[in-house]
């Protein structure tokens, strides 16, 4: 049922115990190189390298934003630098590799990949290569569009150094001779307009071998000098600050939790600063001047070849219609059991199995439209963690709680980037009659349930969806994650007690089939890895696997070194941070770990243990880290189905320890290495694999 891959194994010698775990920061930048990879692959279509370049800069900007920025606040005490040189180090390492995976990025970006697009007609024009009607067109634009909306600011006493937002662009410049006033204000800063596109497309006209693009920096950059009347421009450079943005509230004086957020969110904005981004001909004192004015190491100064943010590259993806360019057209199927059928009826004979992208989230939304317009629905109860500003399921749950059903939804503020929209849909939600609860403060909710309750027969019968993802129908279409919708009445009652734990707060039930985060999951996943050890030292084979995006949890790492030692097999496939050293002799010889980078986001998490030939299968929104076990309510819940627990391993599983195509194996030392064919074996890609079996390719 489950195959090996044919991979060489590989050793090391047993490790101090001060050495058994990978740094935290240097795995998850690893990650990024992965991805960087896939920008550097030229059988990768040429604007999906593109996107994979926006993505590295996007994750790099929330590690700094998210967990640099939490490195330094421990290195501070009531603001005050305090000595640490294990997060000193810890600091250090990042950084020096960060700077390695920019100027990686930058090159790939300046001597491949816009080069190439050059070649397929698609110019990002510079202001040295645009010819004279580009540069009349670009000079009429900056006057009609941008330059009503620049306000540069002179910096003298009655002009001090202006609030920077966080990630936007602004410029520094050094102006020669005296203001209009007599004055030596010799630097100004300017802001560039965020309502304005980063991307700008020439007229059709202007473009003659193909579409032509310039940037706004670059349009500001050309005609800096208008703004200065009477001065000269000596030097000036774009730049960018990248603020910490994690939002905290003080959970045991707030009243309000939804008021209190609300007043965090423009204080993102401006938080410490943690990095600061130039042009690489930045002048060396002007971007001193920058590092004083924010408080920056100069370690964390990234002087960098092109626009101070790559992210916003992606907008000119948006704007090339060039099929060929981009991954083929893919159309996720839809369940045929389940098309122009009765849900309800289908859900009631037995459980479905969702496997996202491949299969359509559709079934989903339909399940709660269906709910919210059955007139036998009484009662719907869900848990919101990102849904993104527009959502049909959404809108269902408040059409739902305007019928008069009971509408709970337990909606998570603190989700990470997706406050502001969570704040919205609760305000609506509220106004529609529904009761919104925000979880339980300290802990973020991070389970993904639904749960209908249905009036069948004279009794109330309960009808859930579990899954690994979000309620999200922008990330459904490209993240991988399973979701099972299910009536069976020992996973249903017992998602309804997760609803009522969250809601009253009461301590929940015993649960007997549901493992339950922060009481028991770490509990009972270690108790799992421990049973295969225990059926490993009596003589019988002893089997792991887990799909996740991060391990980190040192409780489960140890737990998993000492199953190795006791002689059970596991495989590991971790998508991001693993800080578990795989092949160690004496220590994890019988580990391996995988990550794997492709065309979708994995993001399924999927815990197997083969207990004898019970063959267990738990799906779960949680990863093995602390955060998870012992920081959010988490749900994991096993596949009781036999076929479709088959189709997990099948489909989750099976292929992903097969795959040679996108596959990395991290070694001893914490190094990835790209998985290739051997011998007469042909490449293989899961995700290529499951698009053909289960999706239907658009011609």
Known sequence: MLKKAAVEAVSAPILPKSAIYLNRELSQLAFNRRVLAQAENPAVPLLERLKYLCIVSNNLDELFEVRIASLLANNHVDGEFVEAPALSAALAIAGAECHQIVE????????????????????????????????AWVKSYFDREVRPLLTPIGLDPAHPFP???????????????????GRGTAIAILKAPRVLPRVIQLPPELSKNGISFCLLSSVIHAHINDLFTGREVLAYSQFRVTRNSDLWVDEEEVKNLRQALQGELQSRNFGVAVRLEVAKNCPPHLSQFLLEQFSIDKNRLYAVDGPVNMVRLSELIDHV???ELRFPPYSPMYPSKLSNADLFGVIGKHDVLLHHPFQSFQPVLDFIRSAAHDPDVVAIKQTIYRTGMNSDLMESLIIAAQRGKEVTVVVELMARFDEEANIN?????ERAGAQVVYGVVGLKTHAKLALVIRREEGALRYYAHLGTGNYHPSTTKFYTDFGVLTANPVIATEVNEVFIHL?????????????????????EFIKAIRNEAKIAKAGRPGRIIAKMNALL???????????????????????????LRPGVAGLSENIRVRSIVGRFLEHSRIYYFRNDLKHDVYLSSADWMNRNLFRRIEVAFPILDPILKKRVIAEGLDPYLKDNTNSWELDSNGVYQKRKPRGKSSAFSAQQHLMQVLGTPVE
């Open 104 to 135: 990686r990025q930058y090159r790939v970006l300046n001597e491949d990949v816009l080069p190439q697009l050059a070649r397929q007609g698609i110019h990002l024009l510079r202001d040295q290569d645009r010819n004279e009607a580009q540069r």
């Open 163 to 181: 609030q920077v937002v966080n990630k936007s662009l602004n410029f520094i410049v050094e102006l020669s001779g005296k203001d209009a006033f």
């Open 321 to 323: 219609t060039k099929p």
């Open 425 to 429: 849909w609760a305000d609506r939600l």
């Open 503 to 523: 809601t009253s707060l009461t301590k929940p039930k015993t649960l007997h089939h549901l493992w339950l985060a922060p009481f028991a999951l770490q509990k």
């Open 553 to 579: 949890d040192e409780s489960v790492i140890r737990a998993l070194y000492a199953a190795s030692a006791d002689g059970v097999k596991i495989d590991l496939i971790v998508r991001g941070a693993c800080a």
